[in-house]
């Protein structure tokens, strides 16, 4: 479209006042003298004012001419023509000097139509016609006169006869019409007054070897003409000059069309680039305003406003549509331009998540995260050679070829290389947790491959591991996961999320002493899903808290019943520890307490291992609930992030020993070491030790002498509804 514009603005001449314009500036910067071989002979106010007349009679032109042959004139030309007779005897002597000296011409003026105004013709009289040469006063102002052309031939009664500025100079080429070059002062022209000429006042060096043009300089004469940028000028002056301008060179008008196919190469140039450069641009526009400027001094004109028009039309287009693509705040591509490309199955989509993004910049200016992302994608550039990249929140997306499952694991495993050693970020050197997703999903378009590799990597971050591809087989577990999704909220809408309560019981006197709330799900379709699964699956999809009020929602409601049976009776319920670094779960407990009279210190929430424990917000929130006297277990101590650190570093009130070391007690002497030494360090600590999937009296005495407070698990009673554990608590079940 701006190639277009810029045809139809050449073609129309739209930008011509603003094209001479720039041409009247131009002649400023390289304005010099005329040279003295061609002079014009004024007829002023002085020469008016000694003859005593308005305008000097013929007979004196007739001297005119004679004297100026005789000084050394080589043409004499007149800016006059001589259209009517005056009295005889002058007309006479007027005819007598044109036939004595054959190099006078007198001006012919061919018909002007100027707005509602017509100008006839002004054609010197028959008698004069016969004596002299012809020359064509024609010529053409620009709109608000800042340009004029000269012709350097014209047409009278079917002869061709040359333009005043052309026989002055003596022009002998091709008919053409030409610009006037002002670079040339046109106040410099060499002048002499008609009456010191006719006086004999002029040095004879003055015209010699000069060619003359004779006109009126006088005030109030109506032949005056604006130059560019300047004031009146007689019109003679204009003929002069355009008799230097002929001599200095030619002039060559090479018009709008080099301009504009400049600016249609630097375009199309820029629109193969990924990024359109504005520097490019305005470096087009500097060529097409600069280069110009140079050609004048060889007499070479070019007109560049259609080109300039086309490249800022077409740079403005190039940039808003950069805007869409790129990120002016990072410089990265945006998701969306690579959501636009088609679809290659030789390509295969990554997305790298950085971990915690937005704490790491949280006090950075737009500047310093800008520095983060770039240094980030030069490691990334180290194996992605050639690959764009996108930035998208927190997380850098590109394309590269696929490669080979044993190859692409190779890859997965440098790409996690380059992020071992920190990045530098606002004077430090900061470490930085990446997650990758990979889409390998051929088929589907790149919008919904780029979506996919997102979602991966946010999967990997959850999942903590480094990276995840999405090949059919996982699209086809998580399509599953997405449905379960939808039926788990529908489900905890209708409250058929069921929590079984599995007892506690005191090692030291054999009774209950309180229950785990443990989540069971029966899907309609896929039968009873996994606890573990329905919370990865509610964590990765930030389903989490949901789930989380829900299941204390339920668990103190079943502990409000058992409690009317056992006042002491208390309630432990699974925490993941993701759940935990919302600070609006203790304003949450408060209230689930308060709905169901349930006091704090019956409460036991322990914590699960899904989520790094010395996570700050997770203390914090830890901490909050301890004030309100909610006590807290380490589940599952002995494994994965149960370390004996963490014992000291959370405010806990209770230590549960993992499943796999007491189901081992008996036969391995190594697990049996673990649990007597958890169970020591949990008192020393004054904290009580549970004991998990206990199966068997030898296991219950043995616990039992190493001094175990609680103990749950089959050989007591498997997890139960709420109503069959009051039973048990009121000693009806047995007898049921």
């Not at 929590?499 to 005191?506: R, T």
Request: aromatic share 6%; net charge negative; proline share 4%.
């Amino acid at each position: 479209m701006a190639i277009g514009i810029g045809v139809i603005a050449g073609l129309i001449e739209l930008g011509l006042p603003a094209e001479d314009l720039y041409r009247a500036v131009r002649a400023e910067i390289r304005s010099h003298e005329a040279p003295s071989d061609i002079v014009v002979v004024t007829i002023d106010d002085a020469t008016l004012n000694e003859l005593q007349t308005d305008v000097p009679d013929r007979k004196l032109d007739a001297e005119l001419i004679d004297r100026l042959f005789e000084a050394g004139a080589t043409r004499v030309f007149f800016d006059k023509a001589y259209v009517d007779p005056t009295n005889q005897a002058s007309d006479a002597a007027f005819e007598n000097a044109l036939r004595r000296n054959p190099e006078t011409y007198i001006a012919v003026a061919p018909p002007i139509e100027e707005g509602v105004n017509d100008f006839a013709a002004l054609i010197p009289s028959e008698q004069f016609r016969g004596s002299g040469k012809l020359a064509s006063m024609e010529g053409q102002s620009a709109p608000f006169n800042l340009g004029y052309r000269f012709p350097t031939e014209s047409s009278f009664k079917g002869k061709v006869i040359p333009s005043i500025s052309a026989g002055l100079a003596e022009y002998e080429g091709p008919a053409k019409e030409y610009r006037l070059d002002f670079g040339i002062d046109i106040h410099s022209i060499k002048r002499v007054s008609y009456i010191d000429v006719l006086k004999g006042r002029v040095e004879r060096s003055r015209p010699e070897n000069a060619n003359v043009v004779v006109g009126q300089t006088f005030t109030g004469t109506s032949d005056m003409h604006y130059e560019p940028l300047g004031a009146k000028v007689p019109g003679v002056y204009f003929h002069a000059l355009g008799a230097h301008t002929l001599r200095e060179g030619v002039p060559v008008d090479l018009g709008w069309m080099p301009a504009l196919l400049f600016s249609a190469a630097v375009l199309l140039w820029q629109a193969r680039q990924i990024k359109p450069s504005r520097r490019a641009s305005a470096a087009a526009v500097a060529i097409l305003i600069t280069v110009p400027l140079g050609m004048d001094y060889i007499s070479i004109g070019i007109d560049v406003f259609p080109g300039i028009l086309c490249l800022g039309i077409g740079a403005v287009r190039l940039d808003r549509l950069a805007q869409k693509m790129f990120d002016e705040t990072t410089g990265c591509l945006r998701v969306e331009a690579l959501e636009q490309l088609q679809n290659d199955n030789g390509m295969s989509v990554f997305a790298l998540k950085i971990r915690e993004f937005s704490f790491i910049t949280r006090n950075s200016s737009d500047r310093v995260i800008t520095k983060f992302i770039e240094e980030a994608i030069k490691r990334l550039s180290a194996t992605e050679t050639g690959a764009q990249f996108a930035f998208h929140k927190d997380t850098i997306v590109w394309l590269r070829p696929k490669l080979q499952p044993n190859d692409l694991s190779d890859h997965l495993e440098g790409l996690r290389a380059l992020f071992r050693t920190g990045v530098g970020h606002a004077g430090a050197t900061v470490d930085i947790a990446a997650h990758i997703g990979v889409d390998e999903n051929w088929e589907a378009n790149m919008r919904s491959r780029i979506a996919t590799a997102i979602q991966s990597a946010e999967d990997a971050l959850h999942a903590g591991t480094h990276a995840i591809v999405a090949d059919s087989e996982y699209l086809d577990q998580r399509d599953k996961r997405l449905s379960l999704l939808s039926d788990l909220d529908e489900a905890m809408a209708r409250n058929s999320v069921q929590i079984a309560y599995q007892p506690k019981i005191d090692l030291k006197t054999g009774r209950t002493i309180g229950a785990e709330a443990l989540l069971r799900w029966t899907h309609p379709l896929h039968g009873a899903i996994p606890p573990e699964d329905v919370i990865a699956m509610a964590e990765t999809h930030k389903r989490i808290d949901d789930l989380t009020i829900y299941v204390i929602d339920t668990a103190l409601a079943g502990a409000r019943l058992a409690r009317h049976i056992n006042p002491d009776f208390h309630i432990a319920i699974n925490m993941s520890a993701v759940a935990l670094t919302r600070v609006q779960l203790i304003y949450d407990m408060t209230f689930l307490m308060s709905k169901h009279r349930v006091p704090a210190e019956k409460i036991v929430l322990e914590v699960t291992e899904t989520a790094p424990l010395d996570d700050r917000r997770v203390a914090a929130v830890m901490a909050g609930l301890r004030e309100f006297g909610v006590q807290l277990s380490i589940d599952d101590f002995g494994t994965g992030q149960g370390a004996l650190s963490y014992i000291k570093r959370i405010p806990g009130t209770e230590v549960k020993i993992d499943r796999t070391f007491i189901g081992d007690m008996l036969s391995s002497a190594e697990s049996r070491s673990v649990v007597k030494a958890t169970i020591d360090i949990a008192h020393s600590l004054g904290r009580r030790a549970v004991a998990e999937g206990v199966e068997d009296a030898d296991t219950v005495k043995l616990l039992t002498e190493m001094g175990c407070d609680h103990a749950q698990g089959y050989y007591f009673a498997a997890a139960m509804p709420i109503n069959e554990l009051l039973l048990d608590l009121s000693g009806k079940r047995a007898a049921a």
